[in-house]
């Protein structure tokens, strides 16, 4: 479940991202059919015999859907379908919600109400609908404003399933009083039978906002909105502060559910092939016929109270775990609030998207107007967090800033951030960039996306809720096509948009944020300290009561649930057993300058009209001295410039003509033996784009410049900056990502390709972006000569090993013609390259020694930590893989769940099985504990391995919750990837399959003596410096940089 602390606020990087694209999961000719039926439709008709009026029908030609607006006749629910030839069918109910305290009522109700209802009253049917569905999306989400419940999938009678279940929750909820304290809060002795242990509070939200407020950027984030908005709902977190999380009441919980969970307030959004009116008929009978129409408006939100003059703040924040000069950790950001997102006003409406527009103009890419004011002349490391426009707010907002900068800085980037909006008003855009911007929303329109529908569902709520367009995220194109007339038209559009919500808005406010080394650590002393306060005014018989509730609630998370109230599918009946096959077709690609044929993959898709491109160049004989800066290389190449044009009007070329140059590392290991590196073993770097069909051309002299013109000399002072930039980015990170992190750490002990993996993206990743950015100028000529040595090595066409094409059948010739143009312009050095003396990637790979059992603590600054076991065991190929697999889904689902969520109070936690790497992995999410998770995941080997732990049904439910992932909807674009990728052919994924679909729990429970029981298990936690396990020596203790740390206690 996601709560929502700035769910859907826009990014700089994507501030026109409100547009959707298109569905890419086609129909039979019977959803057509029930197109034409929708568009025959009128307003005033009555559908579900009688319970629902059609209010309106629109046809959208640019998504190719039809809209029907309805309300329901008794409650005056509104409902939304958008019919589509789409097979993956969407569902959504969102309700406003408005809370006015940071007690995370609304967060916490969204829990709560997932834990039983009356139709269901099992403890947990959300998390159990999760094995029982071949969902392609579940999930609930708390936003600022609003709460709602989306699900999605291609299954009719999953889909009626799921509706059952999700409109029995939000509309009669069980709400005991008992998962409110086990989602929300609770007091507990640390040993819950042990009074005398010290009291804690515990909870999952509890904990899942220590986690999601424990960042720097979260919590200036937060300052920044409370400060924008000083009267509304706005101003609070909706997600929970938890300092104010423990004061909220039970009460209070069942009080805001009767207020806002009511159809009155409620909004219905279908989307796909399936007839609307069953659904209609669906909803009625399992609950809205059960409800009258009650008053609303108290729920209505005012606009905001303007200032009258600009605003400053002061506030402190966190420190990042790693940061590059300590004299340089302040923030600034200066935000506006802006215009109102629901009026339903032409004007209004073509300025907030313009505003959008003006975001990316203003902020993305180094040619961006603040690219230039402030990060170009080196103030701070990079954007200030929530830098761009937000429209997801009743009201929305624009905000720009920068982090990392000197105390004596700060004054002069406000009045830089002034200066440039003063010029903008005066000069406008030039429209040759606002056509570039344009072009990127034609071309993400375009691009075919599994989740269309799912995400236009969730999308819409934002607005709709507050009664404004349902439909907004399908204007896009249509406000795109409005701003080029109102742009030929009026000159001076541009600088009165800027002057009217910028340089004349008075609702101004400047937020500048310090940042505290000890801000955790005070946090923790604080709560710790009103603990003990609680604690010692607590009368024997209060201590007792706690006791016994903690007793009462372990029992009922240790007791058995009734899952069988539940409805499910059969495994036999919903799940074929073949693979669905793409038709890759294999062919050469001729170069006859270099007389060299390619291997070549051809896939043709329904990509509605985007042409996909890439090849892979063999990384194996580069010499592993490079290896580190492999990812440097992929980062810069295209962000420097050629010597023909700058790194500025290059980002501008590259933005007017294609979705940019794409390129990644990637590694493959023989599938029967990925933990040790065989001659069948590749390392390969694929570089990539893609376009609509008419700038193919253009696409192929961006690929051509940036892999044999890229600007390595001549530009030191931008490649300080991209340095400096990285440095900061992944100092920042490791706390947001410690569990991608810690599973880096396990699997570099493992294997070799872990332990590649981990050296170019795991924590020596972070240590090397440090010492670079110190190092200044000596860092600037490390990465120019290891990046331009890789260039003239790896990129040759003799050291191509594929390459791809993916379009509709019309433009695959356009593809290989660009492909062509592309690799035979390379610079060729008649032969790949080699070497015989050791030093290559390849030998290092080869000469790999794995490190077992090995222990890692990553200390960082936060108040939770990330959990990761790791266990040896097959590859992909080998007979045992899919019951590993199978195993995974049952151990997380059936143990792990209860033991870290529930009882632990991690926000999460499972186990995965990863084929193509041979390690079976555990890991817990924002997790109040350390080792106690470690000994549950040894203790989930043990359940595992006992054979009356696997019953049938638990078997059936893995396989449904196993297919859901491997069956989930694939773009166009990427049928075929996992060939050209992963080299997995057709045969080996339908044996896998095969095997997968008659495993047994007999099986599963062999797999488990055999490979996970008493087995050496490899563990990595990041986590809060304060959790160090001082009194366990097996620990290796290191920083956020991964070396050793000095600065705490050692192992």
């Not at 800085?409 to 429209?431: C, D, H, N, Y």
């Not at 038209?489 to 919500?501: A, E, G, T, V």
């Not at 896939?603 to 090849?615: C, I, K, L, R, W």
Request: proline share 4%.
């Amino acid at each position: 479940m996601s709560s929502a602390s700035g769910m859907i606020v826009m990014k700089a990087s994507s501030s026109q991202g409100n547009n959707v694209s298109a569905s890419s999961v086609v129909a039979t000719d019977e959803s057509k059919k029930s197109l034409e039926q929708l568009k025959s439709l009128k307003a005033g008709d009555l559908l579900a015999n009688g319970a629902f009026r059609v209010e309106k029908v629109e046809p959208v030609p640019d998504y190719q859907v039809v809209s029907v607006s309805l309300k329901h006749v008794k409650t005056g629910a509104h409902w939304l379908h958008i019919g589509a030839d789409d097979s993956n069918n969407a569902f959504n109910v969102g309700f406003k919600t408005v809370p006015m305290d940071d007690t995370g009522v609304a967060h916490i109700l969204e829990h709560t109400t997932l834990c039983g209802s009356n139709k269901y009253p099992i403890r947990d049917p959300f998390f159990n609908m999760l094995r029982r569905s071949l969902s392609t999306f579940m999930n609930a989400m708390t936003s600022a404003d609003f709460t709602c419940y989306p699900f999605a999938t291609m299954n009719r009678v999953d889909y009626d399933n799921l509706l059952s279940v999700y409109l029995d929750a939000v509309f009669f909820p069980k709400l005991e009083e008992q998962d409110f304290k086990q989602e929300g809060h609770r007091f507990e002795f640390a040993k819950t039978e042990d009074a005398s242990s010290g009291l804690k509070y515990k909870g999952v939200v509890f904990n899942e906002m220590k986690g999601a407020m424990g960042s720097q950027n979260a919590r200036f984030m937060r300052a920044l909105g409370a400060n924008l908005f000083p009267t509304s709902t706005f101003h609070y977190n909706s997600g929970g502060d938890p300092t104010a999380i423990p004061d909220l009441t039970y009460e209070q919980l069942k009080a805001f559910h009767a207020l806002h969970y009511h159809p009155s307030n409620a909004r219905f959004y279908t989307y796909g092939d399936f007839p609307l009116e069953e659904t209609l008929i669906n909803a009625e009978t399992m609950a809205l016929n059960q409800f009258e129409a009650i008053d609303v408006s108290k729920l209505d939100i005012a606009d905001e109270s303007r200032y009258t003059s600009p605003v400053v703040a002061e506030v402190s924040v966190p420190r990042d775990s790693v940061v590059n000069d300590p004299k340089k950790t302040a923030i600034t950001s200066t935000a506006w609030l802006m215009l109102n997102n629901v009026k339903d006003d032409a004007n209004a409406k073509l300025d907030n998207f313009a505003l959008s527009i003006a975001s990316d103009l203003l902020l993305s890419g180094p040619q961006s107007y603040f690219h230039e004011a402030l990060l170009e002349p080196g103030y701070g490391s990079g954007l200030a967090p929530g830098s761009g426009y937000g429209n997801s707010r009743r009201e929305t907002s624009f905000s720009v800033g920068v982090k990392g900068v000197g105390e004596e800085e700060i004054p002069i980037v406000e009045q830089k951030i002034q200066e440039t909006l003063e010029s903008v008003a005066k000069s406008g855009f030039p429209r040759n960039r606002v056509d570039s911007t344009l072009h990127q929303i034609e071309l993400d329109a375009a691009a075919v996306k599994p989740n269309f529908g799912l995400m236009v569902g969730i999308g819409t709520m934002s607005t709709w809720v507050h009664d404004g367009d349902a439909l907004r995220p399908l204007r896009t194109l249509s406000l795109a096509r409005q701003l080029q007339e109102k742009l030929d038209s009026d000159p001076q559009y541009w600088q009165n948009l800027i002057s009217k919500y910028f340089l004349n808005n008075q609702h101004k406010v400047i937020v500048r944020a310090r940042s505290d080394e000890k801000y955790d650590a005070k946090l923790e002393e604080a709560e710790n300290a009103l603990l003990k306060e609680l604690e010692s005014k607590l009368s024997e018989d209060e201590k007792k009561k706690i006791v016994e509730d903690g007793v009462k609630l372990k029992a009922a998370q240790d007791g058995e649930q009734n899952a069988e109230l539940l409805p499910t599918l059969k495994v036999a009946e919903a799940v074929d057993r073949s693979i669905k096959k793409w038709g890759s077709k294999e062919e050469k690609l001729r170069l006859n300058s270099n007389n060299i044929d390619l291997k070549l993959q051809v896939d043709e898709q329904p990509t509605n009209g985007v042409v996909y491109v890439g090849a892979m160049f063999d990384c194996s004989q580069l010499p592993d001295r490079l290896t580190p800066y492999l990812d440097y290389f992929a980062d810069y190449v295209d962000q420097i410039g050629t010597s023909k044009v700058g790194y500025k009007d290059f980002a501008e070329k590259i933005k007017g003509v294609s979705g940019g140059v794409s390129i990644d590392v990637l590694s493959n290991n023989d599938t029967n033996m990925p933990l040790k590196w065989t001659e069948n073993g590749e390392v390969a770097m694929n570089i990539g784009s893609h376009c609509l069909a008419r700038n193919a051309d253009a696409m192929g002299d961006i690929l051509l410049d940036v892999c044999t013109d890229a600007k390595w000399f001549g530009d030191d002072e931008r490649l300080k900056f991209l340095i400096k930039r990285r440095s900061a980015q992944l100092g920042a990170s490791v706390a947001q990502n410690g569990m991608g992190y810690g599973k880096a750490v396990c699997a570099s002990k493992m294997s070799a390709a872990g332990e590649l993996e981990n050296r170019t993206g795991g924590l020596p990743q972070v240590a090397l972006a440090q010492r670079l950015a110190k190092a200044e100028q000596a860092g600037v000529e490390e990465v120019k000569a290891a990046c331009s040595e890789i260039q003239s090595l790896l990129l040759t066409p003799e050291n191509v090993k594929r390459c791809r094409v993916a379009s509709q059948a019309q433009d695959v010739e356009a593809g290989k013609a660009q492909l062509a143009k592309w690799l035979s312009a390379l610079p060729s050095t008649g032969s790949k390259p080699s070497s015989s003396d050791g030093s290559s990637l390849n030998a290092k790979l080869a000469a790999f020694t794995p490190q077992s059992a090995s222990k890692t603590y990553v200390a960082i600054k936060g108040q939770t930590n990330y959990c990761t076991g790791a266990i040896e065991t097959v590859g992909y190929e080998h007979p045992d893989a899919p019951a590993l697999f199978l195993l995974s889904q049952a151990m997380s689902t059936e143990f792990l769940h209860r033991e870290i969520r529930e009882k632990g109070g991690a926000y999460g936690g499972g186990s995965s099985f990863v084929p193509s790497a041979g390690i079976f992995y555990f890991s817990s999410y924002r997790d109040p504990n350390t080792l106690e998770t470690i000994e549950t995941f040894q203790k989930a080997c043990e359940w595992a391995a006992q054979p009356s732990s696997i019953t049938k049904t638990m078997v059936e439910e893995a396989h449904l919750r196993a297919f859901k992932s491997i069956d989930s909807p694939i773009a166009p674009a990427s049928r075929g990837q996992s060939l050209y990728a992963q080299r997995m052919t057709d045969a080996q994924r339908q044996n896998f399959r095969t095997r997968l679909l008659d495993c047994t729990a007999e099986d599963m429970t062999r797999v488990a003596q055999e490979y996970l029981l008493n087995k050496p298990m490899t563990v990595c936690i990041v986590g809060s410096e304060d959790k160090v396990p001082v009194d366990d020596k097996a620990y290796e203790c290191v920083d956020a940089e991964g070396l050793p740390k000095t600065n705490a206690p050692t192992v």
